[in-house]
T-cell receptor, first 111, second 113 residues
Framework: SAVISQKPSRDICQRGTSLTIQCQVD?????MFWYRQQPGQSLTLIAT?????????ESGFVIDKFPISRPNLTFSTLTVSNMSPEDSSIYLC????????FGQGTRLTVV | SQQGEEDPQALSIQEGENATMNCSYK?????LQWYRQNSGRGLVHLIL?????REKHSGRLRVTLDTSKKSSSLLITASRAADTASYFC?????????????FGKGTSLLVTP
């Protein structure tokens, strides 16, 4: 099992600004995953973050908009850059295992 | 990418009744998992069924998997108000369960006292 601490839990941001979301895992993991959940929707994978290499982004997501850091095996950050109201979503990090473990999510509202 | 489709999208039942949710997927899988999400918070893993399994139980949960039809069902028996949540199926297409998951659209379950 894994316990993931994600912060902030929520934020309201002005358009054009950036927000960095942090995820701390209580054990070392090779891969961490970042998902976006738009209002009323399911989860969509943004990128996979491996320690020591650049993140792998899914179609429709680019590094300039969602830069990811993975400085060690227990920590990752996702930045939502130059935000617009369309970025208002819940952002979740997760790690795999026998079933994935998720952080509590960051509810982002862009005004 | 999303490949799971759940139905119904929303389900409202009374306490004590059973709730059944269905999930269909498109590509071959290594396993299929069900998750629960309360009020837009983090997801909680409920149960995993492998591609070579047909049925699995965990407490009040029963999951079936039909790989020939590419479908799965989640049954919650004797539902409680605390079961009110959104339920998602997710498929793991790879043998390494650390890989990313493909999530379905989810079923919103409301259990009324």
């Amino acid at each position: 099992s894994a316990v993931i601490s994600q912060k902030p839990s929520r934020d309201i941001c002005q358009r054009g600004t950036s927000l960095t979301i942090q995820c701390q895992v209580d054990s070392q993991v090779t891969m961490m995953f970042w998902y976006r959940q738009q209002p009323g929707q399911s989860l969509t994978l943004i990128a996979t973050a491996n320690q020591g290499s650049e993140a792998t982004y899914e179609s429709g997501f680019v590094i300039d908009k969602f830069p990811i850091s993975r400085p060690n095996l227990t920590f990752s950050t996702l930045t939502v850059s130059n935000m617009s109201p369309e970025d208002s979503s819940i952002y979740l990090c997760s790690v795999g295992g026998e079933g994935a473990f998720f952080g509590q999510g960051t509810r982002l509202t862009v005004v | 990418s999303q490949q799971g489709e759940e139905d119904p999208q929303a389900l409202s039942i009374q306490e004590g009744e059973n709730a059944t949710m269905n999930c269909s997927y498109k590509t071959s899988i290594n396993n299929l998992q069900w998750y629960r999400q309360n009020s837009g918070r983090g997801l909680v893993h409920l149960i995993l069924i492998r591609s070579n399994e047909r049925e699995k139980h965990s407490g009040r949960l029963r999951v079936t998997l039909d790989t020939s039809k590419k479908s799965s069902s989640l049954l919650i028996t004797a539902s409680r108000a605390a079961d009110t949540a959104s339920y998602f199926c997710a498929t793991d297409p790879n043998s390494n369960s650390g890989y990313a998951l493909n999530f379905g659209k989810g079923t919103s379950l409301l259990v009324t006292p």
